[in-house]
């Protein structure tokens, strides 16, 4: 998948959960209109879900968790939901050929729910008949599942409160605007899941946007909780798929964090990324 194509599905998937209303006020009557609701089409993750192969006895697949315990896949999904008491969450399972050997993975989606959080993909490879074992896990990713098989993994969750609130974001109207960069790809092969490497055009739009970034007015932070415009998050959005995208090199990105961010908070902003970077790993594989 091009850089290109990349930016636009990350966008693309941002949108997928937006809905529309128009309202009319009068006096002090609120008046909504009757057609003003748009419906949108399932996100590529749902239809993966909801059109994929299931099993009529989930008591009888056995799992073997990351924990190396042995669970049935109906216990597994009844203990992602065992503490709801005031809204149900969504818990879907399908089987599919991830990497085309001819075995079928599971995958399991759960949605922890909470305040702009969080999606799970948890993917088990076949190691015999009913059973499988646990393989990888994507955590708060808005992850992507195309049609191609690819996972589309955004780091804006991961990232939301960087410096600013998880609505807030860096916004630029000029012509030579940065271009939007928040997300990779990735493949699932042979019980692993594989970045997919950046090319040179990514390579160029990320120098880009951050020599654009860096060159914004620097906006001071009174204390821990303050908030900026959103500058802070966009340069650790390009910064995390920097990351990954060439070859998980952590001083790398580093130069490529002093060269362009000159402000006086500089050591306080890298260290919170790299706190941050520490918290994603745990809680994902790849």
Request: charged share 25%; glycine share 6%; hydrophobic share 35%.
């Amino acid at each position: 998948m091009t850089c290109l194509k990349r930016v636009l599905v990350s966008a693309l998937s941002l949108s997928l959960v937006l809905t529309i209303q128009a309202q009319v006020t009068e006096g002090d009557t609120l008046l909504y209109q009757r057609d003003s609701v748009i419906e949108l089409e399932p996100d590529p993750t749902t239809i993966f879900f909801q059109e994929g192969e299931k099993t009529k006895t989930p008591g009888k697949v056995m799992l073997v968790t990351k924990s190396r315990k042995a669970v049935s896949l109906a216990n597994f999904l009844k203990s992602m939901v065992a503490d709801v008491i005031d809204f149900p969450l969504y818990t879907d399972h399908a089987f599919a050929d991830m990497d085309n050997d001819g075995k079928k993975e599971l995958l399991v989606s759960n949605y922890t729910g909470g305040a702009h959080c969080c999606d799970e993909i948890y993917i088990f490879k076949n190691i015999g008949p009913n059973k499988y074992q646990h393989v990888a896990k994507l955590f708060a990713g808005n992850t992507i599942i195309t049609k191609e098989k690819e996972f589309i993994y955004d780091f804006h969750e991961q990232f939301g409160y960087f410096f600013t609130c998880f609505a807030c974001g860096y916004t630029d109207t000029t012509d030579g605007a940065p271009v939007e960069i928040r997300s990779i790809t990735l493949n699932y092969n042979k019980g692993k899941m594989v970045v997919t490497p950046g090319d040179q055009e990514l390579k160029s739009i990320i120098n880009d946007n951050l020599g654009k970034l860096g060159e914004q007015p620097y906006e001071k932070l009174s204390d821990d909780i303050d908030q900026d415009n959103g500058l802070r998050k966009e340069f650790a959005l390009n910064l995390v798929v920097h990351y990954y995208s060439f070859g998980r090199n952590m001083m790398e990105t580093q130069k490529l964090f002093n060269k362009y961010y000159k402000y006086p908070d500089a050591k306080k902003v890298w260290a919170a990324f790299v706190k941050q970077m520490q918290y994603m790993k745990r809680d994902n594989d790849f």
